[in-house]
C-alpha cells in the first residue's frame, strides 16, 4: 500500500513538473513510509523524491529500525547524506511543504546552491481520500470513541469536575487500546458557549444546562472525532431549542449529500461550501447565528485534514473522504451545543462511522 502511495506522488510530481521534492512533514513521511518513530518537533527525517528516486534520511538512533520499515523503492541514508544527494541529483529546483521553517530553508539554499520553492498541499491531497487500509485503521477508532462515551455517562454526576470526565475519558480509552486524537475537551454549563473551552475544575451544578464532551481516539495511527451534548433535567425550553436546531441541521447535511442528484455522486453538488450553506440556512432561520467555526473537517493520521468544510473553503468532497459533520449554536453566558460524528463518503452516499445515540440525553 505505501509503495502505491508512493508512486502516486511520483506521478503527481511528473504531472506538475516538479523535478524534486522535499517532505518535512512528521505525518507525511508517515503515510509515504509507515515509520511512525518521528515527532514535528523536532526534524528526525526527511524525505527526498524524484520522479524515479525517493530517500528517506534519519539519524543513527532510527536508521536500523527504519531500514526494515520503509516501503520497497525508499532508500535510508543517514542525515549526514542528505546535502550531498540533493547536490548530486541533477535537479535544478526543489519544491518544498508548507511546514519547512524560514531557518530550514537558508540552510538547504545554502549547503546545495538550488532553487527552493513553496508547493501547494500535494501529499495532503493525496491523504484526503482513503485508501481500504486507512479506513480499515479508522473504524476501530470511531468503535472505541463510541464505547468511551457509553462508559463515560456512567460515570456523570453532580459534583463532579469536567477535569475528572475528560481524565475517566482519557484513561478509558488508553486502557482499551487506544491514544488519544487530541486534548479532550469537556464544558460544564456557559462553559459549552466556548467551541474550543480548555477543560477546567469546574464542578458540574444544578445550575448548569449542558454538558460538552468532545473527545476522539487513535488507532494503528488514525484518528476519529466525536461530540455530544447533554441537557440537564432541568434545561429551559431555549436550551432544548438549541438542541434540536443543531440536532436537525446535522441532519439536513446529511440528506443533502445522500440525495444530491439521486444519491450519485457528483463534485458540484458536493462543494464542501455548499455543504455547510445548508446548515447555516436552518440554524439561521430558528433565530440562531451562523456556526462560528467549520462545519467540518477531514480526520486521518492528522486529527484536522483535508477536505474542509467552510463557507470559504473551495475543497470537492468526492469518495473516500472521512469527514466530521459538526454544526454548533453558542451562546454567550448561556451555554451552547455541538453535535458531531464521522463519516465515510461512499459511491452511495454516507455511511457514519460514530454510532453514538444523538437523541436527548438530560443529567
Known amino acids: 500500500m505505501h509503495e502505491l502511495r508512493l508512486k502516486n506522488l511520483q506521478n503527481l510530481l511528473k504531472s506538475k513538473k516538479i523535478e524534486g521534492f522535499l517532505v518535512s512533514s512528521v505525518p507525511n513521511i508517515l503515510y509515504l513510509t509507515g515509520v511512525d518513530y518521528f515527532t514535528p518537533e523536532e526534524r528526525y527525517a526527511y524525505m527526498f523524491i524524484t520522479n524515479r528516486t525517493a530517500y528517506l ?3 543513527r538512533r532510527y536508521i536500523e529500525v527504519v531500514k526494515n520499515i520503509v516501503p520497497k523503492g525508499v532508500k535510508t541514508l543517514l542525515h549526514t547524506e542528505l546535502f550531498k544527494i540533493i547536490k548530486n541529483s541533477n535537479v535544478k529546483s526543489i519544491g518544498f511543504e508548507q511546514n519547512l521553517t524560514f531557518a530550514e530553508y537558508i540552510r538547504f539554499k545554502k549547503e546545495t546552491s538550488l532553487n527552493y520553492y513553496l508547493t501547494d498541499w500535494l501529499i495532503e491531497k493525496l491523504r484526503s ?23 463515560v455517562l456512567k460515570n456523570m454526576r453532580i459534583d463532579i469536575t469536567e477535569k475528572e470526565i475528560a481524565w475517566r475519558i482519557d484513561k478509558f480509552i488508553k486502557e482499551n487500546g487506544g491514544e488519544l486524537s487530541f486534548d479532550t475537551i469537556v464544558a460544564f454549563g456557559a462553559n459549552a458557549a466556548i467551541p474550543h473551552h480548555k477543560t477546567s475544575n469546574k464542578k458540574l451544578s444544578k445550575d448548569d444546562q449542558f454538558v460538552l464532551l468532545d473527545f476522539g481516539a487513535k488507532v494503528n495511527g488514525y484518528c476519529s472525532d466525536m461530540t455530544r451534548t447533554l441537557l440537564a433535567k432541568n434545561a ?16 439536513k447535511v446529511i440528506d443533502y449529500i445522500n440525495t444530491s442528484n439521486g444519491g450519485r455522486l457528483s463534485l458540484r453538488s458536493h462543494d464542501s461550501f455548499e455543504v455547510v450553506r445548508v446548515a447555516n440556512k436552518h440554524i439561521v ?6 456556526i462560528s467555526h467549520g462545519l467540518g473537517h477531514g480526520i486521518g493520521i492528522e486529527i484536522h485534514e483535508e477536505p474542509r468544510l467552510s463557507p470559504k473553503s473551495k475543497d470537492k468532497l468526492v469518495e473516500g473522504n472521512v469527514f466530521t459533520i459538526e454544526p454548533g449554536i453558542y451562546i454567550p453566558g448561556f451555554g451552547g451545543v455541538r453535535i458531531e460524528d464521522d463519516f465515510l463518503l461512499t459511491k452511495n452516499g454516507l455511511e457514519q462511522l460514530t454510532s453514538s445515540p444523538k437523541q436527548i440525553i438530560e443529567v
Open 57 to 59: 534520511f534519519t539519524d
Open 129 to 151: 481520500v482513503k485508501d481500504s487500509q486507512e479506513i480499515k485503521n479508522i473504524r476501530p477508532a470511531c468503535k472505541l470513541t463510541d464505547k468511551t462515551y457509553s462508559h
Open 236 to 251: 429551559k425550553s431555549k436550551a432544548h431549542k438549541i438542541y434540536e436546531t443543531v440536532s436537525t441541521a446535522q441532519q
Open 285 to 290: 432561520s430558528k433565530g440562531f447565528d451562523p
